[in-house]
């Protein structure tokens, strides 16, 4: 699997998903893409880094997104 194949896969999963939730553990995306996690890490860290997710932590839990989705997104932008 390549980079593009996975972002793909990432995009229209999570789009698919988006009106019953707008974050994500990182099994659910490496459940999308059928790979160990250990190799999905590698995709999905460079999704953060170009911008198309978005990293989210609570301090205990962490979780990924699509970029400007969900209710944190508005909040994050106001001042």
Known sequence: ????????IIVEGLEKKAKT??????????????????????????????GILEYWS???TSMYGLKGAGKQAHAETED
């Open 21 to 50: 939730k707008s974050k994500f553990y990182f099994n659910d995306l490496s459940k999308l893409l059928e790979l160990k996690p250990r190799e999905a890490k590698k995709f999905v860290n460079k999704l953060v880094e170009d």
């Open 1 to 8: 699997m390549d980079y593009e194949e996975a972002k793909t």
């Open 58 to 60: 609570s301090g205990s």
